[in-house]
């Protein structure tokens, strides 16, 4: 008992330099979520071997053995790790290559369906009503079809590619999210701060974006962290079955897919692309379950945490007002 | 309870209305190119020429008529130009393109296929789910429990159709074991026939029971911490009764949603088993036509998926305004 009542004032008394919200977050990260921290690395590798993939791959995605001079479905060896495909293609290479769709799949639906989800969650929310009738029916009929069944029938009308495969892994995921941006809405809709800036008749506009947006922070990022696993599955399932990214780009899943058929001579065609796939999507997971942890109120536990908030909100709630003033001036 | 049924069924309509219209102009958004080159593929020397099948498709799909008729005619309101009705409302789902089949019969022998699967699933994912997500709930930060979540995590991780390829390829390339190449229906070989769905039943079971078993752990860790329960406790009863009786029973509730909101993920985890297994239901239907480009079978595919859906989520939706009464009142 004694301990913790000296935490708390401990907590409260020490004088911190507010950091910023990004820096906080990680800080807390690395502090209090060690699987998560695991999770921002892969992430982090992920980013890196997908932005460097042209440096770091020892090959081309697309050097068959002419280039690589890999015998056809060679095994794996020093020169080559993760052996050769059945055109001699270096495996290693096409899965770093592979890394670079995966970020671009799985960073590209997020921010998608992001945009999406706050767009149509925050105008279902916030004006509610009629409107909300409407667009939650909406969305009640879209959430209705099983994901891969409308998934591939979109795929298969718009064409394989990795544009086409970002628009309509968005487009759904943005749809199904907006769910969740919609609740968050509602739920701080009724505090007292957007009546008052209601009050002094600040433009619907203006509370949008400085008042409702910065409130919901939270689940826009946990809808963030949470779409890009599921997107990087999603197209890796798409392309196994072979509607997502087509030949001879090295998407995990088409590669799983190749990999299958030649199972009896090599192996290994099929189970790295698996592995790397899996680690990935783990990866993100545990990311995105440590951030949800400390993003939601509800779950966060001990009043030590909240010290350095507090002054960073006074500051905050300062500047706000103060730019209210000023736009409340020239109008 | 019955103000609420009604007032759950009363707003099935307008989105079964928007789910037929989404179908419907997705069809609709078939380049024409598509269905001259599906006329090209369907020539044959001595028959139609490829204008004239072209012709016939637009006519079949009755694309000659305004928009707003053709959606009317489909689901079923507006009569044909023969003068009888003959929609989705009369369960006529249209037929296919190239075999002319009617699709609701090729469905409803397809259906029990992908329902076999889908139930192994269920029981599987359940019966892994439950016991490891109570464990961990009531025996919190044990062995045993980290254990659980690292298995449910794992469970989450791992793509569903990667783990089917593994299990397919190992045992074959070992053994010389593979999956049967023909599908063997229930009332010819009953052994046979639950060998060929079990593995693939299990892998989705599998791949399901790590949200579940979350959920489980999740709620139940917060039911336990209520009141009541330490009423339940302080009244002397044993640890079986309060965590079945008094716990259990209240933590279901979410966990009952979460495993209707799952039913989607289900039914599209079918398309890959049923690839990867040679099963034919409807997963592998839905294959078949798109490589086929048969876009009368996928609306009727996706709008049958959908109206399943839909009254699946009902059905959830009622059982959960029934075990927890605070929801009808709302």
Known sequence: MAEETTGIYAGQLSIRKPRSFWVDLAVRLVKEKPLGTVGAAIVLILLIVGIFANFIAPYGYQDGFRVTGAVRLAPMSADYWLGADQLGRDVLSRIIYGARISMFVGLGVSVLSTLISGFIGIISGYVGGKTDLIIQRFVDAWMCFPGIFIMITLMALVGPGIIQVIMVLGILYGITGSRTVRSAVIGIKSNVYLEAARAVGAPTRTILWKHVLPNIMAPIIIVFTSRMGAAILAEASISFLGYGIPEPFPSWGGMINQGRRYFNDALHLAIWPGVALSIVVWGINMLGDAIRDLLDPRLRGGLGRYSGTKKKLSKQLTKRLAEHEQAEQPG | ?330
């Not at chain 2, 689901?75 to 130009?81: A, E, Q, T, Y």
């Not at chain 2, 989705?204 to 009141?227: A, I, N, Y």
């Open chain 2, 1 to 330: 309870m019955r103000a609420y049924i009604i007032r759950r069924i009363l707003l099935i309509i307008p989105t079964l209305i928007l789910v037929s219209m989404i179908v419907f102009l997705t069809v609709r958004l078939i380049p024409g190119s598509l269905i001259d080159q599906l006329a090209g593929e369907m020539v044959e020397p001595g028959g139609l020429t490829k204008e004239e099948i072209a012709q016939q498709i637009r006519e079949d799909l009755g694309l000659d008529a305004p928009i707003y008729i053709q959606y009317l005619r489909w689901v079923g309101v507006w009569p044909d130009k023969d003068g009888s009705f003959s929609g989705i409302l009369e369960g006529n789902l249209g037929e296919s393109l190239r075999t002319r089949r009617p699709i609701l019969g090729e469905i409803v022998n397809k259906i029990p296929i992908s329902l076999e699967l889908g139930i192994i699933a269920i029981l599987t994912g359940l019966l892994i789910a439950f016991p490891i997500g109570i464990y961990s709930a009531i025996r919190q930060d044990s062995i045993g429990d980290y254990a659980g979540r690292s298995i449910a995590i794992l469970f989450m991780a791992i793509p569903g159709f990667w783990l089917a390829t593994m299990v397919w390829v190992f045992p074959s390339k070992w053994w010389g074991w593979s999956p049967s190449p023909v599908y063997i229906p229930i009332s010819e070989d009953f052994i046979g026939n639950l060998a060929q769905f079990i593995i693939p039943g299990i892998l989705m079971g599998m791949v399901m029971s790590g949200v579940t078993m979350r959920m489980t752990r999740t709620m139940l860790l917060e039911v336990l911490r209520q009141d009541y329960i330490r009423t339940a406790w302080s009244k002397g009863l044993r640890e079986r009764v309060v965590v079945v009786r008094h716990a259990l029973k209240n933590a279901m509730i979410p966990v009952i949603t979460i495993i209707g909101l799952q039913l989607p993920v289900l039914i599209g985890g079918t398309v890959i088993m049923e690839q990867i297994f040679n099963l034919p239901g409807m997963g592998r239907y839905m294959i078949d036509s798109l490589g086929a480009r048969d876009y009368s079978i996928i609306s009727g595919i996706n709008v049958m998926m959908a109206t399943v859906i839909l009254l699946a989520n009902l059905l959830v939706d009622l059982t959960y305004a029934w075990l927890d009464p605070r929801i009808r009142y709302r």
